[in-house]
């Protein structure tokens, strides 16, 4: 199994521009999200899908979009890029148990992708 | 303002030392804690979790102690290893709207010194 897989790892924009992270998991979790992390700032949520077909808002959703067609991909879109979203993204995947909550705790982490905007 | 809070910042120790990260939380919804442990270059990796209902687990080298009352945690890592240089995060999870959401600590920067 690859895991959770990010591509690129590396990238840098123009203030503007627009882009599309890309994140595959082929664990065939039910759950996947995107994190940004910041120096000082830790982990923050971006969006999450709980399945296919459905995404919801995590805590820094501006600026991003992101849609789920199949179990395994959820990219994760920059449409103007700005320099407030210069970061390091990363995407994770999950089970969750029966109500819905995520099993153990546990997130799965792709690699990240170190994302600069000029 | 982050709802988990973590200390210290950085933290540098001697090998075979006692490392000591220590987080608070307020939200009475959570009911789950995991660490996580991130090595440079790489994604957050499970490390330990505890429920609030247990005051300590311990895994080998790593143990979480659990103040419920005081809604403290703490990630003790005896006999430090140069090896366990790493970003540590404590985590929360829990009911209601954050059953399918982890929220972070800010991170604690260990450097253990050989």
């Not at chain 1, 082929?26 to 971006?46: F, T, V």
């Not at chain 1, 999450?48 to 077909?53: C, D, E, N, P, W």
Request: net charge positive.
């Amino acid at each position: 199994n690859a895991g959770v897989t990010q591509t690129p790892k590396f990238q840098v924009l123009k203030t503007g521009q627009s882009m599309t992270l890309q994140c595959a998991q082929d664990m065939n979790h039910e759950y996947m999200s995107w994190y940004r992390q910041d120096p000082g700032m830790g982990l923050r949520l971006i969006h999450y899908s709980v399945g296919a077909g459905i995404t919801d808002q995590g805590e820094v959703p501006n600026g991003y979009n992101v849609s789920r067609s199949t179990t395994e991909d959820f990219p994760l879109r920059l449409l103007s890029a700005a320099p407030s979203q210069t970061s390091v993204y990363f995407c994770a995947s999950s089970y969750l148990t029966g109500t819905g909550r995520l099993k153990g705790g546990e997130q799965f982490f792709g690699p990240g992708t170190r994302l600069t905007v000029l | 303002q982050q709802q988990v809070k973590q200390s210290p910042q950085s933290l540098i120790v001697q090998k075979g030392g006692i490392s000591i990260i220590n987080c608070a939380y307020e939200n009475t919804a959570f009911d789950y804690f995991p660490w996580y442990q991130q090595f440079p270059g790489k994604g957050p990796a499970l490390l330990i979790a505890i429920r609030p209902d247990v005051s300590e687990k311990k895994e080998g080298r790593f143990t979480i102690s659990f103040n419920k009352s005081a809604k403290q945690f703490s990630l003790h890592i005896m006999d430090s290893q140069p090896g366990d240089s790493a970003t540590y995060f404590c985590a929360a999870t829990g009911a209601m709207e954050y059953g399918n959401k982890l929220v972070f600590g800010a991170g604690t920067i260990l450097r253990v010194k050989s």
